[in-house]
């Protein structure tokens, strides 16, 4: 089952190399933020406290999420709503929870059964969830392009508040206890400042 795992901050590009590279390799993907997102979104929904983990975990375990070109949630389309600025104020303390992780965790290592791996992102995916990876690579990028990139992205208003938030989340995705954002020690780590997508696609490539 060989899984290529992507981890990295926000704005580090490991998206679009994700996917690129699962394009370019003919396999599937799976983007794993969209998982946490879906969580945090049907606990908006649900009008259940962010900081709430067993309930939190018990709305997880029970909630239907389909992750694919379009994220279905309950059934329900939630592709635009998952990227929405009230669900990534909360998503971070949402991923916190331990019990939250193990009941997504059980549902990528399943994903990745049943497609017989694939190019997986995330923040975890080769320290907890496929330690045995055949590849890990972590991306980063300058605090400046990830803000820029960001902003892009969402058609924020203004970098210096997408900057805030980016510095926000790492702060909390990197210090919890549980599966924090870091490299595992056997990924290669990528800056991907200044570089474009096709070049950095073409190193990931490189590595298999
Ligand atoms: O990649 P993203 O920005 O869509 O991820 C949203 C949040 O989900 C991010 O702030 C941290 C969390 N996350 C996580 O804890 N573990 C993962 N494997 C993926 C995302």
Request: glycine share 10%; proline share 4%.
């Amino acid at each position: 089952m060989p899984v290529v795992a992507i981890d990295g901050p926000a704005g580090s590009g490991k998206s679009t190399v994700a996917r690129a590279v699962a394009r370019q390799l003919g396999v599937a993907y799976l983007d794993t933020g969209a998982m946490y997102r879906s969580v945090a979104l049907a606990a908006l929904d649900h009008g259940i406290d962010p900081s709430d983990g067993p309930a939190l975990a018990k709305l997880a375990g029970g909630l239907d999420i389909d992750v694919g070109d379009r994220v279905l949630v309950d059934g329900a389309d939630a592709t635009t709503a998952i990227r929405g600025a009230d669900v990534t104020a909360v998503v971070s303390t949402v991923s916190a929870h331990p019990e939250v992780r193990a009941e997504l965790v059980r549902r990528q290592r399943q994903w990745a059964e049943e497609h017989g791996g694939g190019v997986v992102e995330g923040r975890d995916i080769g320290t907890v969830v496929f330690p045995d990876a055949g590849v890990k690579v972590f991306l980063t990028a300058s605090e400046e392009e990830r803000a820029r990139r960001r902003q892009r992205d969402e058609q924020a208003p203004d970098v210096a508040t997408v900057a805030a938030d980016l510095a926000r989340r790492d702060s909390l995705d990197a210090s919890r206890a549980a599966s924090p954002l870091r490299p595992a020690d056997d990924a290669v780590v990528i800056d991907t400042t200044g570089r474009t997508v096709d070049d950095v696609v073409d190193e990931v490539v490189g590595l298999l």
